[in-house]
């Protein structure tokens, strides 16, 4: 495939010039850091002040973002610009692990476009952190965050709660709508399921691992019998269900409480899964001041308040009535997926296994082909 060819040819720029990735830290854009908190301590700064430091600076920020779509993130990019207008902002979306291995490479190459990364693909958080590439930084709020969404030392924070699961559309399923795992291998769903590719996303993966081990393989191929349609993109079972080209869609984000035509299921005791999405400040970005106000800005409380699906990563914002926190959900594997991301060798036999029953990912990615350097 295409995309699979890309990635190997990121990845082993990447490693040929990791030597020099590893080395020359101590930058200009290190240096302009300075200003602000003391090693260690939270933000004090107000938005407003931040933002006037961020204009100082030149008034430009890029943030990389995973995501599905080159307009997922147009509404978080208009609402930062009406707070800030002056500020020159590019969100660049693409599949995570494609923006890991783009950071790689640029890092390597002495290319380096983004700012703030924020990705879905934890594991690389950790690594960036042993390689010194990551500002260590706590923004305002940074205490009331949720143990498990933070670094202790502040070189990542989580800035959204997001979960997956299952949907459908209540009036194409009626009253006896699918409300486990299980229910989606009643004969009458047959040729009525979206889902997205479990072995091309790995919070989709993750998903379905968990339903395999809760359900067995034999769950797993009665699936596989129902002639689900499978399609790149975790917004792409949402998208089946909202335009009623399938009743029901699995692998996809929603809101639980939403009163609308689709409805994301939450389930009482069956599996599904949630995360912190991860951002950091790269620690040669050419703005650090405009990222540190991104920071501050997505984890402010008016931001974490406003989330399309009830959560939020901070502990002192409290979920509308019907929801609870949602590292409260033992179903929810919040402490799960960092995890199963740790151990790329597992993921990558759960992708091959879940290729051998479903087939194997097709389709163009739906970001589309953003090659080494968009955003430059």
């Not at 080395?23 to 290190?30: Q, R, V, W």
């Not at 939270?42 to 307009?71: H, Q, W």
């Not at 902002?89 to 599949?95: G, H, M, P, Q, R």
Request: net charge neutral; hydrophobic share 45%; proline share 7%.
């Amino acid at each position: 495939m295409s995309s699979l060819s890309r990635r190997r040819v990121l990845t082993t720029g990447a490693g040929a010039g990791a030597a020099l990735a590893l080395g020359g830290l101590t930058t200009d854009a290190t240096a302009a850091t300075a200003a602000g908190p003391g090693a260690g301590a939270e933000e004090t700064r107000t938005l407003d002040e931040l933002y006037r430091a961020a204009l100082a600076e030149g008034g430009k920020l890029v943030v990389y973002a995973g995501g599905d779509t080159p307009t997922q993130q147009d509404a978080t990019k208009a609402a930062f610009l009406k707070r800030f207008p002056e500020i020159d902002l590019t969100i660049v979306v693409d599949y995570s692990k494609y923006h890991d291995v783009r950071i790689d490479n640029q890092l390597a190459t002495g290319t380096l476009v983004p700012d703030v990364v924020q990705l879905q693909t934890l594991q690389d958080f950790v690594r960036w952190k042993e390689r010194g590439e990551l500002l260590p930084y706590k923004p305002a709020g940074f205490a009331a965050v949720h143990d498990g969404f933070k670094d202790p030392q502040g070189a990542w924070v989580a800035v959204a709660a997001i979960a997956f699961g299952f949907m459908y559309r209540a009036d194409a399923v009626g009253p006896d709508a699918p409300r486990t795992p299980l229910d989606l291998l009643d004969a009458r769903w047959k040729g009525s399921i979206a889902s997205s590719y479990p072995h091309d996303d790995d919070a989709v993966l993750y998903l379905y691992a968990l339903y395999a081990q809760t359900y067995g393989w034999e769950w797993v191929a009665r699936l596989a019998a129902q002639d689900v349609r499978f399609a790149r993109g975790s917004n792409s079972p949402g998208d089946a269900v909202g335009s009623g080209l399938k009743p029901i869609g699995v692998g996809g984000a929603g809101a639980p409480l939403g009163t609308g035509p689709v409805r994301w299921v939450l389930p009482e005791k069956a599996p599904f899964m949630a995360w912190g999405q991860r951002a950091a400040i790269l620690r040669r970005a050419a703005r650090p001041a405009a990222a540190k106000l991104y920071l501050n800005w997505q984890l402010s409380r008016a931001q974490q308040q406003a989330s399309f699906n009830g959560w939020s990563v901070r502990t002192d914002v409290t979920p509308p009535a019907g929801l609870k926190p949602i590292w409260e959900y033992p179903n929810a594997h919040v402490d799960g997926f960092p995890r199963f991301m740790a151990d790329r060798a597992a993921v990558e036999r759960w992708k091959q296994t879940f290729a051998l029953y479903f087939g194997e990912v097709t389709g163009a990615a739906t970001p589309g082909f953003l090659g080494l350097r968009p955003g430059a």
